[in-house]
């Protein structure tokens, strides 16, 4: 599952485009490298799997009393309006303060009728949703309330609740505190995230197939981990002694009154006809129901009332049905870890156990986000103001970021609407101050080129570091460019407000830096996504330029060879002495199959990030083709020393050379994004 905290492609689904589409572009960045000009990053130019994002929608703020006629009045003036614009079908709001449901309203359709009958109009106490990762509160809320009764301790090796090995590289524990905050150290999947299909998934077998490799060391890298959650729920499992579906039934729908909502996948029959439908745009045939392949990390189905029964147990109201005690409760909403593992990071809103730090107007306010590749939600808690709100829509829309600025539109109209900030709420910390001199000094070693720590090391989608890496670059009078700014899909201006501690320019974004010396070790924002120093080897100029060359000039070379057999045979030519014809044949076999591995592996980064998932046999022909032309080089060497030997002029010896330094170029990329690694499990 993703979570709506991250917008960037690698991290959250774009609309689905054609496979040759994307392919152009590919095509289009090598281009770009090969004539030499600067590679923009993912984020500042339109690509196919990228458009521009939407411009962001507004909603008005001012003094309000928050009760129902206030809230329908600005909910009817902003969504029915914005859901046409975005291409969304329909959505359901929920509201709740001081302990009573203050509205539920749905807008659109959740059948558009696309696909014969009737259009059926979202019924906002009926129709159900797929919240995706806000189905992650829900885990933790059943690790929180194991450990209120003293069966599980949060700070204990999950080896000893578990009957599966957990992956593994550091010897520091992996703790439930570390799923809770994504900082068990696992690297990202994105295979069999998401599926279709009538076969229930087995929690246990989803985690011990193919896991992911542990990357960071525990507690200290921040790394948004649909794997470190299903393996919370699997400890709820093991230890409670029932299906994680049937746990939750018992222990958090039942006590709120829950009667609509599941973590069972497909549905059970009696909810089966109030499923929402879930589309691309409101324009589109209806997808199929999707099946989360981690579970429970965003496997809920759920109504707005029972979201908003929800939470208000979260907000411990009476008569809600106690879920945690107040003690608990406010163990669970508090920043989980310190500096004595994040060191710097901790000065950056940190996650709780469960739940993002998304406060604002200086007001706390806890939430989490979600998103399938067809419904996107969020759910935000004002713990003190005793409010909550829950947003979610059925559809992406025109593009992969329409839900975005919609949602914003939603929840922050909200904050700013009904908890406006006062000055004191958004200026810096209270005698803390950068001066400009110190300011510029953190700026330039702060400047560079960053990649997302939730990602894939171990195999093929490494090179997804290259494709959507985050650029600061320092400005003169000592604040930071940032493209794509944090969570966003446009470029942001921070500035330092404290040592270390950037915040939005006209915004209340705020991340946090962790040097050692004058070398900057991580960046984090929204408590679970860090950014970490880019290798240099692995910038966007350098590999582009590699690839762009060699794809270049081994394709020239493909072309080159069957033109010049032909012209001889015309003319009655040979070969010069000394060309080896075993050695000439092989290394054409290897300029070609290098080739086709590169285009293969453009088509499969592109299918995978739109969850269509590849079969292994696909991926080890695709390896095979790359092993073929590393091996290459040999024969495609022997080539060179032949023809400098012999003399066949400057022509001759420089095109094979060319053709050796391109399969070399080619075997460097494999080996360095990790293209013939033993594992393609992704």
Request: proline share 7%; charged share 20%.
């Amino acid at each position: 599952m993703f979570s709506s905290h991250d917008h960037t492609p690698t991290e959250r689904p774009a609309r689905r485009r054609p496979r040759a589409l994307a392919a152009l572009a590919v095509l289009g960045a090598l281009a770009v490298a090969v004539a030499g000009a600067p590679a923009a990053t993912a984020a500042a130019l339109p690509t196919a799997d990228q458009p521009t994002p939407p411009p962001p929608v507004t909603a008005p703020a001012g003094e309000h009393t928050l009760e129902q006629s206030d809230v329908d009045a600005w909910l009817d003036g902003l969504l029915p309006a914005s859901l046409e614009s975005a291409g969304i079908a329909g959505a359901v709001v929920t509201v709740v303060h001081d302990g009573e449901v203050v509205t539920t309203r749905g807008y659109g359709h959740s059948d558009t009728g696309t696909t014969g009958g009737e259009a059926v109009p979202v019924d906002a106490e009926q129709t159900l949703f797929r919240p995706g990762s806000v189905s992650k509160l829900f885990t933790a809320t059943a690790v929180m309330q194991l450990v209120e009764s003293g069966d599980l301790d949060l700070d204990t090796d999950v080896a000893e609740y578990l009957d599966l090995d957990v992956p593994r590289r550091f010897d520091e524990p992996i703790s439930l505190r570390n799923l809770l905050t994504h900082t068990a150290g696992f690297e990202e999947r994105v295979g069999g995230l998401i599926g279709f299909g009538d076969q229930p998934v087995v929690l246990r077998d989803a985690l011990a197939e193919d896991p992911p490799e542990q990357v960071y060391e525990p507690g200290t890298v921040p790394a948004y981990s649909n794997y470190g959650n299903a393996l919370a729920g699997y400890v709820v499992e093991r230890v409670s002694g029932v299906p994680f579906e049937e746990y939750v039934e018992r222990n958090i729908f039942e006590p709120t009154g829950m009667t609509s909502s599941t973590f069972v996948q497909p549905l059970p029959s009696a909810l089966q006809d109030r499923m929402s439908q879930g589309y691309a745009t409101s324009w589109d045939a209806p997808g199929q129901f999707e099946v989360v392949g981690a579970p429970p990390a965003g496997s809920l189905t759920s109504s707005a009332p029972d979201m908003a029964r929800f939470m208000l147990a979260q907000l411990g109201e009476p008569g809600a049905g106690s879920l945690l005690e107040p003690d608990t409760l406010d163990l669970m909403h508090a920043p989980a870890l310190d500096e004595s593992t994040l060191g710097g990071l901790a000065a950056a809103p940190r996650m709780t156990l469960g739940f993002f730090d998304e406060s604002r107007n200086g007001h706390r306010i806890i939430g989490h986000g979600g998103d399938t590749q067809f419904f996107h939600s969020h759910l935000q808690l004002y713990p003190e103001e005793r409010t909550g709100i829950f947003v979610s829509l059925n559809s992406s829309g025109t593009d992969g970021y329409a839900t975005v600025p919609l949602r914003e539109a939603v929840l922050q109209g909200f904050t700013d609407r009904y908890f406006p900030a006062d000055d004191a709420a958004v200026t810096p910390v209270p005698g803390v101050t950068v001066d400009q001199d110190t300011a510029r000094e953190h700026a330039a070693i702060a400047e560079g080129s960053y990649v997302s720590s939730r990602g894939v090391q171990s195999n093929f989608l490494a090179t997804l570091d290259v494709l959507s890496p985050t650029r600061f670059t320092a400005t003169e009078d000592g604040r930071l460019l940032i493209t794509p700014g944090p969570g966003s899909a446009t470029p942001a201006l921070y500035e330092e407000v404290e040592p270390w501690v950037w915040r939005e320019v006209d915004g209340q974004r705020t991340l946090a830096v962790r040097v050692a010396g004058d070398q900057v070790q991580a960046i984090v924002y929204e408590g679970a996504f860090t950014l970490l120093p880019g290798q240099p080897e692995r910038a966007q100029g350098v590999v582009l330029s590699v690839l762009g060359a060699s794809a270049l000039i081994l394709l020239v070379a493909a072309v080159a060879w069957p033109v010049g057999a032909i012209r001889r045979r015309v003319r009655k030519e040979s070969l010069p002495p000394g060309t080896g014809r075993v050695s000439r044949i092989l290394t054409k076999i290897a300029a070609v199959c290098a080739v086709l591995a590169l285009a293969g592996w453009a088509i499969t980064v592109t299918t995978v990030m739109s969850l269509q998932d590849i079969p292994e046999a696909s991926l080890r022909q695709l390896q095979a083709a790359q092993a073929v032309g590393v091996l290459g080089i040999v024969p495609a060497v022997l080539q060179v020393v032949g023809a400098a030997r012999h003399r066949h002029g400057w022509r001759r010896i420089v095109g094979t050379a060319l053709v050796a330094l391109a399969l070399v170029g080619v075997a460097w990329l494999a080996l360095e994004f990790r293209l013939l690694a033993p594992s393609v499990s992704y």
